[in-house]
Nanobody, 126 residues
Framework: VQLVESGGGLVQAGGSLRLSCAASERTSRSYAMGWFRQAPGKEREFVAAISSSGAYTRYTDSLKDRFTISRDNVKNTVFLQMNSLKPEDTAAYYC????????????????????WGQGTQVTVSS
């Protein structure tokens, strides 16, 4: 599975961005999808995950009120809607796919994801 992120860019604090992650093949039945981010000088961290069906989601607690993960299984695309952005949201954002036989699985650990995109940069100015 190849993953390609898009939608990053420069935005002012308080603004919004919608990231997209396009998969090279059908992921709806077999893959949970996740978003992670890595800020300069920091380790990569979990942002959000969504089950293969899209019915279940998981967020890191500090972001769940501002970020929303969703997926369009017809278009093999996962989205991350980011609102009320803050300078501390500045990071490279990565999409990842985890093969799973579970319809409810939403992994939060990087080691659970086999496939990764190249990342898209989000920069929030104050």
């Amino acid at each position: 599975v190849q993953l390609v992120e898009s939608g990053g860019g420069l935005v002012q604090a308080g603004g919004s961005l919608r990231l997209s992650c396009a998969a090279s093949e059908r992921t709806s039945r077999s893959y949970a999808m996740g978003w992670f981010r890595q800020a300069p000088g920091k380790e990569r961290e979990f942002v959000a995950a969504i089950s293969s069906s899209g019915a279940y989601t998981r967020y890191t607690d500090s972001l769940k009120d501002r970020f929303t993960i969703s997926r369009d299984n017809v278009k093999n695309t996962v989205f991350l809607q980011m609102n009320s952005l803050k300078p501390e949201d500045t990071a490279a954002y990565y999409c990842a796919a985890a093969a799973t036989g579970s319809a409810t699985y939403t992994g939060a650990l990087q080691i659970e994801y086999e496939y990764w995109g190249q990342g898209t940069q989000v920069t929030v100015s104050s």
